[in-house]
């Protein structure tokens, strides 16, 4: 990044305007093709109706010497009742590559239909997506998908000392790959248990699939989640997934497990420890094999000295890679826009140097480290 800006306004009683504009440095290695600077701008205008209605007119872009991508659409949201919202949003984009003289073009568009009520919750959707959709300055998934999903969960208050609510859940969801001319599917079933007492217990079945490589791959498993308010200060998650996973690599079918568990301790209001752990692993079906076993160890903590003064510290370690890594942050904001933010990291491997190549060890090396000073100011007209 080299230049940030950002404009917000108002225009007459409903409507707002907010604009943002960054010029980024292109990598070195990158700029014989593409030029030197990469421009983002960001537009938007919304015009807001009665309750929480609104409709939106968005545009933005990644301009290069050479290249562009160029987005512009709209979204709205329509309340009809008390629980009934109507959502809708499309987009055109238009690409042109260094390496290609032509432009292409994509777009998308979706909708979907909520109704969310004390005993009874429906959702239904759509969403298209064409092979040529870009947008750059974002983040997308997949695109030449065409889905359609849909939602109920009624839910129950019995009269009793243990529980608070129960809800059923019932998930679908059919999208064609356009790409290859596949289907895959997601359908779901799922009980929700709120105990009093700040408790709650999750188990869900599903049957899916996914469309990769021209190929169909199974997803399907159980999955089953507990949270709880252990005491005032004390809050724990605990998750455990059993699924049929893929192998993208190869591509090859497998299963898989996924354990992560959290803990957070508060034992004042000033001050928080968060302790989280994840573990995965993939087996191929082809010979049962074990293929790999993925372990992260986080913790952080994070202490507020006053009203403008903040300092948190993140250590993680992955098994995997063999890697530590530490960050600190101190920030001080005196009111929103206005702050300044102090930061450090460092990372480690298990390695050393034997005078010629570096070698496994069981100590830690220190790799990288890195230090950062932010400061913005808010003023206003």
């Known amino acids: 990044p080299m230049l940030g800006m950002k404009l ?3 225009v007459g009683e409903n409507s707002t305007v907010a604009a943002l504009y960054s010029v ?25 109706l009665s309750d929480d209605s609104y409709f939106r007119l968005m545009y933005s872009g990644r301009e290069l010497e050479h290249s562009n991508n ?7 949201q329509y ?4 629980s009934g919202v109507i959502e809708s949003n499309g987009f055109i984009s238009t690409a042109k590559d260094v390496s290609s003289p032509t432009t292409s073009n994509g777009n998308t568009f979706g909708g979907r239909f909520s109704n969310i009520s004390r005993n009874l919750d429906y959702i239904f959707g759509f ?17 030449g998908l065409l889905n359609f999903n849909g939602l109920v969960r009624p839910k129950f208050y019995p009269n009793s000392s243990l529980f608070q609510r129960i809800d059923l859940e019932f998930v679908t969801g059919q ?3 356009k790409f290859y001319n596949l289907w895959e599917t997601t359908n779901d079933f799922a009980l929700n248990f709120y105990f009093n007492g700040s408790w709650f217990f999750r188990t869900r079945m599903n049957y899916s ?14 999955h089953s989640q507990i949270k709880a308010q252990v005491t005032k200060e004390i809050y724990a998650t605990v998750l455990y997934r059993s699924i049929k996973s893929i192998f993208y690599s190869t591509p090859e079918q497998g299963k898989g497990n996924v354990f992560v568990a959290s803990l957070a301790f508060e034992p004042r209001g000033n001050f928080q420890a968060e302790g989280l752990f994840t573990y995965n692993d993939f087996y191929r079906d082809s010979d049962n094999s074990k293929l790999y076993e993925y372990t992260i160890s986080r913790i952080k903590l994070t202490y507020q000295l006053n009203q403008y003064v903040f300092f948190r510290t993140i250590e993680e370690y992955n098994n995997y890679r063999k890697q530590f890594t530490t960050d600190f942050l101190a920030s001080f904001v005196y009111v929103p826009g206005t702050a300044v933010f102090l930061g450090y990291g460092s990372v480690f491997n298990q390695l050393h140097w034997n005078g010629s190549k570096f070698e496994e060890s069981n100590n830690f090396l220190e790799m990288k480290r890195g230090l950062f000073l932010k400061m913005s100011y808010l003023w206003r007209t």
């Open 8 to 10: 917000t306004g108002k």
């Open 24 to 48: 980024d440095n292109v990598i070195e290695s990158d700029r014989a093709t593409l030029g030197r600077y990469t421009h983002i701008p960001i537009l938007r205008y919304k015009h807001s």
């Open 70 to 76: 160029r987005v512009v659409g709209f979204d709205e």
């Open 79 to 82: 309340r009809i009742s008390k």
């Open 127 to 143: 969403r298209n997506v064409s092979e040529d959709f870009r947008a750059e300055m974002g983040y997308i998934t997949r695109t």
């Open 175 to 177: 999208t064609k790959d």
């Open 209 to 222: 699939t996914e469309v990769f490589a021209n190929h169909v791959f199974q997803t399907s498993g159980i």
